[in-house]
Nanobody
Framework: QVQLVESGGGLVQPGGSLRLSCAASGRTFSTYGMGWFRQAPGKEREFVAGITWSEGATVYANSVKGRFTISRDNAKNTVYLQMNSLKPEDTAVYYC????????????????WGQGTQVTVSS
């Protein structure tokens, strides 16, 4: 089992920045990588970014490329999502998730999920 806890969400003005954290515990060594997803009201959960534990290889959704950066600290079993140049359309509940393998993009690939943290971008 793997437990995931997100933190760092909040209210920010357009153009601002936030850093989300996802602390993982349990059998994290058995998982291949971590992903961040988001879900806005009335919309499906969508992939944002992913990173492998071992090599630190990253992948991003086109909508956040150049603005968001995913990173990990293996010693702390923590994954981060640095979000810059935030836009109102980035408003959503952000979730981190852990997977063993398979494609990065489908939510169904992921075996474990955190409870989510709200990010609101508004003036």
């Amino acid at each position: 089992q793997v437990q995931l806890v997100e933190s760092g969400g909040g209210l920010v003005q357009p153009g601002g920045s936030l850093r989300l954290s996802c602390a993982a515990s349990g059998r994290t060594f058995s998982t291949y990588g971590m992903g961040w997803f988001r879900q806005a009201p009335g919309k499906e959960r969508e992939f944002v970014a992913g990173i492998t534990w071992s090599e630190g290889a990253t992948v991003y959704a086109n909508s956040v490329k150049g603005r968001f950066t995913i990173s990990r600290d293996n010693a702390k079993n923590t994954v981060y999502l640095q979000m810059n140049s935030l836009k109102p359309e980035d408003t959503a509940v952000y979730y981190c998730a852990a997977k063993y393998g398979g494609s990065w993009y489908p939510a169904g690939t992921y075996a474990y999920w955190g409870q989510g943290t709200q990010v609101t971008v508004s003036s």
